[in-house]
């Protein structure tokens, strides 16, 4: 059994754009109000409350351009929130639709033909184990089934070496 992690967006992907930083198609983000119903906060990956402002972007979860760095809008709060850190159990934004698309992709951040599946919510984490105890899957995505935008990640837990202690 491969042990897994959600992965939040990185802190210095949402300090970028909490300092006015551009999105991927090197705009600014727009800011809009949630209408608390839908607007998953990909950094805290909790929803984004009925009222707040919120940035609205486009992100591409991917080191760099290339064919498969799909890139597409996502919510962040606008005032600066704590990243997810409950890492090892399911965030509360994968429970706000009975399912979504988890897909693999390899160490060259291409997709793995054939892993992307529509996937019931009660499966995610399974399916994601599945997946990264693959060889040549490097980590999954959790995106929308509905809207194809990005959600989170799902990366293994390394096990740290064995140390030595000369006992």
Request: hydrophobic letters at 35%.
């Amino acid at each position: 059994m491969t042990a897994i992690r959600f992965t939040a967006m990185p802190t210095a992907d949402a300090e970028h754009l909490w300092n006015g930083g551009r999105d991927a198609y090197d705009r600014l983000p727009e800011t809009m109000i949630s209408d608390g119903d839908g607007n998953p906060c990909r950094h805290c990956l909790q929803n984004i409350e009925e009222g707040e402002e919120m940035l609205v972007f486009a992100y591409r979860p991917f080191p760099e351009l290339q064919p498969y760095a799909e890139t597409g809008p996502i919510f962040l709060h606008k005032q600066p929130c704590r990243r997810y850190a409950a890492e090892e159990i399911l965030p509360p934004v994968l429970t706000t639709s009975r399912d979504f698309i988890v897909r693999g992709y390899n160490e060259n951040n291409r997709i793995v033909y054939g892993t992307g599946a529509v996937t019931l919510i009660g499966e995610i984490a399974a399916y994601g184990e599945k997946l990264l105890a693959r060889r040549d899957i490097a980590y999954v995505h959790v995106r929308s089934a509905r809207n194809n935008c990005f959600q989170c990640r799902i990366d293994k837990i390394k096990a740290p070496a064995l140390v030595e202690t000369g006992a």
